[in-house]
């Protein structure tokens, strides 16, 4: 089994990157929103791809687009929106998400009734004027636009068009389907493929003719084009596209011969898939994973980058992974900054040695990704030669005025990104559009101006909670011109992101609580509103204040199951320990009861960061069910590598001083805890084809010095009901986990849209 040792050494340093010297605010360590190297002279100064200038080195990555469009595919509003706010916010070159060429072809992409959740540029003309309003759009700003272009989805696409249209997806050979492994996909045929290559072509034409500035190609992350142009996927025998290389060569020379000599091409790649490195041979033999052994080297990827550039290829972006290791090329929040820095300066170097230069005559620009969005860190890159270019998804969701603000060195007021993939990734996995958790304007531009019009009323307004609901509903109806104070019992703010930034892999948490503190301080300054901190406030303080509008932003109040003998061993709550890591004292042994996403991020801190043996015990099939697929494999990967067993299908039914006592379903079909290279399918998705879970139960023991609960908790909105049983202001309001004990996402997400309609 081949392995590459630069990506090893890459993928084992992705668990315990901060136990290395040297990892704050560096490349592979954690990221910061400081300004040291401010003025940034390199982030913005213009660069050449083909005879196409672009006015600064800052790519807008393609982040969605997925729902954002009539049912046609022709972007509508919404869509148009939301990529001017990203042009008007300063980017350099701005790239559409996915465009599928292969409607009628793969399967997967088209939806009963011919409709689409994807833009179209292959439809008829029908589609057009929305891609040229698009184009002139985002020209006003100064911003370039490139479409990137999708030959399908294959294997990763929706197998429910098996269900729904009888249809199989498929594949560049006999490949199991990534969301249902006993669902096949089947080989697609070279005549096939010829097709989706002219409808590429063509596509690529229409976007030139429409005023496009580019085509991007998605070749990467183990999608159908590199299902083709990867022997890990394409295991074919005959035909012209037995060679791995042939089809993205093709692909690349009819697109080139419909658009000229100087139109640009762009092209997505990993180095390497990473399947093998993350895997091991073990792990490689699993029946979803045995087919795909013979990924591609560095050595083949480099090789391969070259032919395309002599195809006429222009400018290439490169990272790594695919969905099986889907935490690799969508890092989230435990990655570390600038995971990927690595992966272009080996490209770079590589070019620089062999002098390759596109058939242009032009040096071959490299895009960096991989978590980027701190400006001083993405400035480096590019001066010290990692990169040419950097290219930034979520940080520009979660704030457009990126560029803007670190060009005028308002770094301090950047939103970061918390690498949470709430809503820009797993919306649309559920159903819906890329969105953002710290922006509730992503993709409600159309809706929400950015400068909300002045209250008509001021009011007096009263807000109950500085947590993330809390302070965003106060800055949006301050800013409106109401009268706001904010109380907060604590004495910071932030609520649950406090103790949810203590753990290392927590950075981008710490550095979004931060934000918060700074927006308000600015706001204080700027509005009438005021902040009481250590503020305990009751019915009684409230009614003194003859508020027009109270709203409750309190949160949730933990909980523990009713658990016999917890007064035996040492019982602590998660969120308390986080905030308290003295209550470890002498703990080594320590289990962890609820696997959800507080529960498994506090095993990884106590493994990783305290040396705790871990034991996490989950009444659930899955460990974090319902966090974003790259969250939990990433959690999980690390944890099962530090050694932390994960013990699901489980339940405690007491404790005493032998240990944690529980009752385990030991049924031949349980998930594998550990799986990492498989999805939990939506709620809404049924899978017929997957083996039916017996009930044979097992009781264990589990030795602990600490046991740590880490069991949700409940909406602590006891002070909202009592406020309207007493009707003590006209208005009342209860929003974020107090409501609803949800997310980041949907706390912001109410708080916004109550603060610019109060």
Not at 98 to 106: A, F, M, Q, T, Y
Not at 542 to 554: H, M, N, P, Q, R
Request: one cysteine or more; a neutral charge.
């Amino acid at each position: 089994m081949k392995t590459d040792a630069k990506i090893q050494e890459l993928v084992d340093s992705y668990g315990n990157w901060f136990t290395k010297p040297d990892y704050e605010n560096s490349a592979g360590g954690t990221g910061r929103m400081t300004k040291d190297l401010y003025p940034y002279s390199a982030m913005f100064s213009p660069i050449q791809i083909n005879r196409t200038k672009i006015k600064n080195r800052l790519v807008m990555a393609p982040m969605g687009n997925i729902d954002m469009c009539e049912e046609t595919g022709r972007p509508n509003d919404k869509m148009l929106q939301y990529f001017f706010a990203r042009a008007k916010g300063g980017v350099g070159l701005i790239t559409t998400g996915l465009v599928p060429v292969s409607h009628g072809i793969d399967n997967s992409i088209t939806e009963p009734g011919k409709l689409s959740y994807f833009p179209r540029i292959d439809r008829s003309r029908t589609v057009f004027a929305g891609w040229r309003d698009l184009a002139q759009g985002v020209h006003s700003f100064g911003a370039k636009i490139f479409i990137q272009l999708t030959p399908g989805l294959g294997r990763v696409g929706n197998p429910q068009c098996l269900v729904n249209q009888y249809k199989f997806p498929v594949s560049a050979s006999f490949n199991p389907n990534f969301y249902i492994s006993q669902i096949p996909c089947m080989r697609l045929s070279d005549r096939k493929l010829k097709r989706i290559i002219r409808n590429a072509g063509q596509a690529a034409a229409d976007a030139m003719v429409a005023g496009i500035d580019g085509v991007y190609l998605h070749g990467h992350e183990g999608y159908l084009l590199e299902q083709m142009t990867n022997p890990a996927f394409n295991r074919r025998k005959l035909g012209r596209y037995a060679d791995w290389q042939r089809f993205g060569i093709d692909l690349v020379k009819e697109l080139r011969r419909r658009v000229g000599p100087h139109y640009p091409i762009m092209y997505r790649i990993d180095l390497s898939l990473a399947l093998n490195e993350t895997y091991g041979e073990e792990g490689m033999n699993k029946p979803s994973l045995r087919k795909f052994k013979n990924g591609r080297t560095i050595n083949e990827t480099l090789d391969y980058m070259e032919n395309l550039v002599k195809a006429g290829v222009d400018i290439f972006d490169v990272d790594l992974g695919c969905y099986d290791n889907w935490w690799l090329p969508h890092p989230p929040s435990g990655m570390p900054a600038g995971c990927f820095l690595e992966v272009s300066r080996i490209v770079k170097e590589r070019f620089k040695e062999r002098g390759i230069k596109s058939n242009a005559g032009f040096e071959v620009p490299i895009v960096a990704v991989g978590k980027l969005g701190y400006p001083d860190l993405a400035e480096k890159a590019i001066r010290d030669g990692y990169c040419d270019m950097v290219m930034l998804g979520r940080p520009l969701l979660a704030d457009p005025e990126w560029p803007n603000k670190a060009y005028s060195g308002r770094v301090e007021e950047i939103t970061p990104c918390i690498g949470c993939q709430e809503g820009c990734i797993n919306e649309f996995v559920e159903g819906g559009h890329p969105q953002c958790a710290v922006n509730p304007r992503t993709a409600f531009e159309h809706i929400y101006p950015e400068n909300p019009p002045k209250a008509e009323r001021a009011k007096k307004v009263a807000v109950v909670g500085a947590g993330p609901a809390g302070v965003t509903f106060a800055l949006a109806a301050a800013k409106r011109g109401h009268h706001v104070e904010l109380f907060e019992k604590g004495s910071k703010i932030g609520g649950k992101t406090i103790p949810g930034s203590v753990p290392k892999i927590k950075f981008d948490i710490e550095n979004y609580r931060k934000h918060l503190e700074v927006m308000l301080d600015k706001a204080q300054k700027d509005y009438d509103l005021k902040v009481h901190m250590e503020t305990q406030v009751d019915l009684n303080k409230l009614k003194e204040g003859s508020y027009d509008c109270i709203v409750f932003a309190t949160g949730t109040k933990e909980s523990i199951p009713p658990i016999s003998g917890l007064d035996k061993i040492r019982t602590v709550q998660a969120t308390e320990l986080l905030l308290n890591p003295e209550l470890l004292k002498d703990a080594k042994s320590v289990v962890v009861v609820g696997g959800g996403e507080v529960g498994c991020e506090t095993a990884y801190w106590l493994s990783y960061e305290h040396g705790c043996q871990v034991k996490v015990v989950e009444m659930l099939p899955y460990f974090m069910d319902g966090a974003c697929t790259a969250n939990r494999g990433h959690l999980i990967y690390y944890m099962k590598k530090a050694g932390v067993e994960l013990i699901n299908y489980a339940k405690v039914v007491s404790i005493d001083q032998d240990g944690v006592h529980i009752i385990r379903n030991v049924s031949k079909n349980v998930p594998d805890p550990y799986n990492t290279w498989q999805p939990i399918l939506p709620k809404n998705i049924e899978n017929p084809l997957a083996p039916k879970i017996g009930n044979e139960e097992k009781e264990f023991v589990l030795k602990a010095d600490l046991v740590v609960f880490a069991t949700g908790g409940k909406p602590d909105d006891s002070l909202f009901f009592e406020a309207q049983a007493e009707r003590i202001a006209p208005e009342l309001y209860n929003i974020g986990d107090s409501f609803s004990g949800g997310r980041v996402l949907e706390a912001t997400r109410a708080a916004y849209a109550l603060g610019v309609r109060l």
